[in-house]
């Protein structure tokens, strides 16, 4: 297997994620903030057939793109000085897959690249954004919490507006507690990830303009109802199972209904030939 050349690319662009995980679960202490880097890798397969077509690295190219791949590991040293990261992480995986594209392929193969580095550069930049973003959402968040008191009352979760961004709740044993909602609360963050992958994937993708921004202005509305889906299962586990609890599930919660959102987004994006004949011809037989 490993006599094919594209099949030692793969493994070679493969066996960072492991590095990257471990590095991740140190740092962070989970998996799921190193599915960016995974997400990067699929696309990468998904172009195996247009890498096919290029032509062997020449030598110069060869050392050039070693000595990039050695230089991603201390990229870390060069990141730590603007905020804190894990030894290993996207910025690392970027500046390597850069340097394999070079040790593996001629120059003009960098340009399949180029959504892959996007991606993860994207990604990486979504915290920075979002929390420049967070001060000019302010002035929504009284109407999210207006929207999740709705949605409070639905669930049968005893919730009063304290102020326009806080609930007083009364707990089953009667304590009332007070929550208060911020902008990060809105989902500005998965907005931002869904943003870039949505862009990716419709970049990569042959469908007509239309068809594009049909299915990303869906998905974008999509993930701001699981947004509210995910504070509404933290606040049932603060009601239900009391306050200490709501800590443990608040970031995995929010990992786990993402990466199921995703999952079954690009799954009808993929079968939605199939599911537009199928409902067309149920509506005709419904006539």
Known sequence: MLKDRLNRFYVLAFAPLLLIQYSGHVRYGGFFPQLIPLYAFLLLLIKKDKLSVFMEANRV???????????????YYAVVFFYPAQFYGGANYAVYLIGLFLLFFEASALKESFSI????????????VGDWMEFYLEPAVPYFVQIMGFVLGILGIPAELGNPTTFAIRMPSGKVIYLGVAAGCIGIYSFLTFAIIIV?????????????????????IGTFFVNIIRVSLIFVVIYYFGFEDWGKIHTPIGYVLFIVWLAIFFLIFSKRKTIISKLQSLFRKLR
Do not use: H
């Not at 580095?117 to 920075?128: D, E, Q, Y």
């Not at 990716?200 to 998905?219: C, F, H, N, Q, Y």
């Open 61 to 75: 190219y060869q050392i050039v793109g070693l000595t990039v791949m050695l230089a991603s590991f201390f990229v």
């Open 117 to 128: 580095l996007f991606l993860i550069v994207g990604a990486l930049s979504s915290g920075f």
């Open 200 to 220: 990716i994937t419709m970049i990569e993708d042959p469908s007509s303009l239309r068809t594009k921004l049909l299915w990303s202005v869906a998905g974008i």
